[in-house]
T-cell receptor
Framework: KAGVTQTPRYLIKTRGQQVTLSCSPI?????VSWYQQTPGQGLQFLFE???????NKGNFPGRFSGRQFSNSRSEMNVSTLELGDSALYLC???????????????FGPGTRLTVL | TQLLEQSPQFLSIQEGENLTVYCNSS?????LQWYRQEPGEGPVLLVT?????EVKKLKRLTFQFGDARKDSSLHITAAQPGDTGLYLC????????????????FGQGTILTVHP
């Protein structure tokens, strides 16, 4: 089974621009979660989608948004980029929504976003 | 907001030594997971502990979940250079209702370097 794929792997943008990142989950997985990883803040939860519905949301401003398609693929968008948005954005997929204790998440390699 | 404090932040040891990483919180979690992340890759799940007091062993790695399900530890015996990486603990919340239910909260991580 192919793992979680994320595109692009690297991205350089300038302040004020917007960016869209893509995530393809493992085949059969219906839940996709997004995380932001920075050296200072660590891994922080952005949001989770399950069957095209946002199930959970972290404490990020409205500039961060996402969506999930009927084939479970997901995209996240960041508008009006700020320098502080530079980070590794990780996507994780699982078979079920995060409300189950045993829910195992499989992470993709991430998209490294640099905002200049 | 649930927080997970992970310690130590950095650990540099010689091959063959033992080490313990701690993960503490004031909140109760329904489960706790340990991940290992290597540069350029996403975190990979090592283990999930669910029951208070549970101990799980994975070769030279021993994971323990506190009786109150608020803390956990990872002990590595006879560390090897291949153990080098970022170790992350993550707790799944049990708050019913709202958007926090089922969310994974990550600790800041422990960067382990094992020198040959």
């Amino acid at each position: 089974k192919a793992g979680v794929t994320q595109t692009p792997r690297y991205l350089i943008k300038t302040r004020g621009q917007q960016v869209t990142l893509s995530c393809s989950p493992i085949s059969g997985h219906r839940s996709v979660s997004w995380y932001q990883q920075t050296p200072g803040q660590g891994l922080q939860f952005l949001f989770e989608y399950f069957s095209e519905t946002q199930r959970n949301k972290g404490n990020f401003p409205g500039r961060f948004s996402g969506r999930q398609f009927s084939n479970s693929r997901s995209e996240m968008n960041v508008s009006t980029l700020e320098l502080g948005d530079s980070a590794l954005y990780l996507c994780a997929s699982s078979t079920t929504s995060g409300r189950l204790t045993y829910n195992e998440q499989f992470f993709g390699p991430g998209t490294r976003l640099t905002v200049l | 907001t649930q927080l997970l404090e992970q310690s130590p932040q950095f650990l540099s040891i010689q091959e063959g030594e033992n080490l313990t990483v701690y993960c503490n919180s004031s909140s109760v979690f329904s489960s706790l997971q340990w991940y290992r992340q290597e540069p350029g890759e996403g975190p990979v799940l090592l283990v999930t502990v669910v029951t208070g007091g549970e101990v799980k062993k994975l070769k030279r790695l021993t994971f323990q979940f506190g009786d109150a399900r608020k803390d956990s530890s990872l002990h590595i015996t006879a560390a090897q250079p291949g153990d080098t990486g970022l170790y992350l603990c993550a707790g799944r919340s049990i708050s019913a209702g709202g958007t926090s239910y089922g969310k994974l909260t990550f600790g800041q991580g422990t960067i382990l370097t094992v020198h040959p």
